[in-house]
């Protein structure tokens, strides 16, 4: 029987042994790099968890249990490392919208996985998080009637004035209601909804696909347009 050296989630014990019982490949990069789900056993308080592991040696696959690392004889720590375990935060998907910049793709994630758990305070503040790390770049530098140091500094304040500047379109007015009522939205007193969190999911996924996923499509299509004419245009000449 294989085993593996983790810290146990249930009780809390460090670089505790478990009797690895099954795996299950969920994934392969590179044509070698297996990531295998990994039920397992603590030897300390006998209760069961699901843990994800990745190979980080390529010698692994030469290997007769290379499908199988269950029937491995030894720890599996020398050929794979422990990326997790299986929580409840795996059932946010929630992704962001495509072409987010990693930085605020990142604090989404965040603001998904503390939905997951119904976290709605958590993910409130991650969602805000994102949406002001997405805006405050488009503000501009310079000094600019109406441009107060409030609307620079808050998050709701801020979007109002970016939409009647034309610098978010206008058409998620509705959405924005979520964040343009700064005080009564129960973020900074914690009382936060399902409902809430939701209507922030909503607002900052759309904004997303508008600030990042249309302008970035339409780039990547012109520059294929524009691929395919060029060997065109070298004939013509």
Sequence with gaps: MAELVANCPRCGTADITFDVLATFVVRVQYKWLHTFETFGICRRCHRSTVFVISQKEIKWKERSEAQRPEEYKG???????????VNLADRA?????????SNIAAVFAEGASSIAVQNWNAAGAMFRLAINLATQPILPKEQVAGLTRRKRRDLGPRVEWLM????????????????REDGNDGAHDGTLKREDAADLVDFTVALFERMFTEPE???LAKERRDKRREPEDKNGQ
Excluded: M
């Design 93 to 101: 998907k929630i992704n962001p919208p495509e072409h987010t910049p």
């Design 217 to 219: 499509r339409l780039r």
């Design 164 to 179: 009647q500047n034309n610098l978010i379109t206008k058409d998620l007015y509705d959405l924005s209601e979520c964040i």
């Design 75 to 85: 720890a599996l720590n020398d050929f794979f490392k422990v990326d997790g375990f």
